[in-house]
């Protein structure tokens, strides 16, 4: 394991040792208007929501660190205290990146990248039509991130004061992360995009937690710290239930290693019961192990108390 000092490392180094950990990080599509009435649209990584009454999100525009340039959006966001912010689907990613170059002051970015401005009920700027959730916001509070030492970072928190989300992401009430498909920002040009999803469910009472896990199965030599972190979910430990597990007449299995290949967890028991060997707690544990991986906690539970 590596320690550096920020010191350590130029300002380009240091600059990817960050992002390359707080990561993968959303992107906040900026559309904002100067004084005169030029639309700028370009992309901010340093973003993200910190409250929701009222709700309140932050981008962070930086004065280049070589030239001291202050981005257009700061400066439009500045001078008018609106803007919109546009998720990016995964369809956007490339016209996104587009937006990104150093375009002159006037140049309207929704041209250059191919989008629709969609007009805004609480605010002026637009936001891109082609995005399926938009916010509008009104600059709460500037913030300017050490002014003196040059190349840094501004810290914008803006107030939502409307939402936008497209029908064909609701799905009874809520938002469809699949529908919205969004891309977040990684170390260097990584992206990476939201469609390996998962669901982690906090409990709605107190975790007994690894801790409170017989030492049979928390010194388990199979089971992941993800697995045993699932089996430590439950309130307290369960009791062994006589009736588990329970299999019909016409129940059929093949091999233990065929069972426990394809996926098999309850053919896999029966082979283990069926051949005895009370002292093979490794395939008990791997059973138990594939119980949890199909989200079965009780019969995985079940599995680890025959032992
Ligand atoms: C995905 C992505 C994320 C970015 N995030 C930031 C950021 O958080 N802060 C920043 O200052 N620049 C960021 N940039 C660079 C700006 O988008 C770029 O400097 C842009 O030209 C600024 O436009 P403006 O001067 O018109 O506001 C990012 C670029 C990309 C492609």
């Given amino acids: 394991m590596r320690t550096i000092l920020p010191n350590e490392l130029s300002h380009r180094d240091r600059h990817q040792l960050l992002l390359s950990g707080v ?14 009435g030029n639309v700028n649209l370009s992309p901010f990584s340093f973003y993200n929501a910190y409250a929701s009454n009222p709700p309140i999100v932050a981008i962070g525009p930086a004065i280049a660190a070589k030239s001291g340039r202050a981005k257009h959006t700061w400066l439009n966001i500045l001078a008018t205290g609106e803007c919109t912010i546009s998720a990016v689907s995964y369809s956007m990613v490339h016209s996104m990146n587009l937006t990104a170059a150093e375009y002159p002051h006037e140049v309207d970015e929704y041209g250059k990248a191919g989008f629709t401005k969609r007009p805004s009920v609480q605010v002026i700027p637009p936001s891109v039509a082609e995005s399926p959730y938009s916010l ?64 982690a ?28 972190a699932q089996l430590a979910y439950v309130p307290g430990l369960p009791m062994h239930d006589g009736s588990f597990p329970q299999f019909d007449q016409s129940f059929r299995a093949d091999s233990l290693d065929i069972e426990l290949s394809c996926g098999r967890p309850e053919g896999a ?34 599995t680890l108390l025959l032992e």
């Fill in 23 to 36: 990561s993968p990080r959303p992107i906040a599509f900026v559309t904002s208007v100067d004084l005169e």
């Fill in 269 to 302: 028991l029966y082979v283990w019961l069926q051949n005895g060997d009370r002292e093979d707690k490794t395939t008990l544990h791997r059973i138990a192990q594939m119980f949890i991986g199909q989200n079965k906690i009780d019969e995985a539970w079940q």
């Fill in 136 to 199: 509008e916001c009104r600059l709460m509070e500037n913030i300017e991130l050490r002014r003196d030492i040059g190349g840094n970072g501004n810290l914008m928190l803006l107030e939502v004061v409307a939402f936008h989300v497209a029908d064909s992401v609701m799905i009874d009430g809520r938002v469809d992360p699949r529908g919205l498909d969004l891309v977040g920002r990684m170390g260097h040009a990584y992206y990476t995009r939201t469609q390996d999803l998962f669901e």
């Fill in 201 to 228: 469910v906090q409990p709605p009472h107190l975790p007994i937690g690894i801790d409170g896990l017989p030492d049979l199965i928390r010194t388990s030599t199979v089971l992941t710290g993800n697995e045993l």
